[in-house]
């Protein structure tokens, strides 16, 4: 992706970037047009091209962008539970994942939705992607089972569906609803732990708080 040199490069970057996710999210990848998205920057058609490539460039870039900086925060969390048994590791990753993907609802909802219109060589540097963070979350749980902290029949299923449910925050989550971020967070760890931990353990574990 091309950009234009000058202090105002990465700004008009950043504003076609936050407009491409609007328009993506109202109108899908497909229908939404490059006229409409200059619109919504506030600059004329051509000028994008100072910025962008393709279409297609934009959003690969966005879906990206979105998984380098969930890796970056997600590294944060890493580094302060490093020393942390599987159980305690396991819940740090649950409160991450459910509260800065509530906060992200749009990167999430184009990572997911329009990842099929990403063109081949694009759609495999994603997944590859998403496959890493997979498996950040599958060695906590091997790190667990091995220790007889977790019973896990199959690690992939249950790291499937663990990411399935915590994701499936996004699409009912209101910030004006009685629940609090950390409370929902809480909720989920709660049921995937029950769902691991045998009963005699669970109940020796402390909370999120």
Known sequence: MARTVGSNG?????????AGLKLIHEHGYEAMTLRQLAAEVGVQVGSLYNHIDTKQDLLYDLIKTHMEDLFAELAKVES???DLGPVERLKAFIFFHVTYHILRKREVFIGASELRSLDPNHYEDIVGLRRQYEKRLMAILED?????????????VAAYGILAMLTGVCNWFRP???????????VYSDMVMRGLVPDAQLSATCTLR
Not at 176 to 186: C, H, I, K, N, Y
């Open 10 to 18: 990465p700004k008009t970057m950043e504003a076609i970037r936050k």
């Open 80 to 82: 302060k539970s490093a």
């Open 144 to 156: 667990g089972r091995a220790q007889g902290v977790f019973q896990i029949t199959d690690i992939a």
């Open 176 to 186: 004006s609803g009685r629940l609090s971020r950390e409370d929902v967070a809480q």
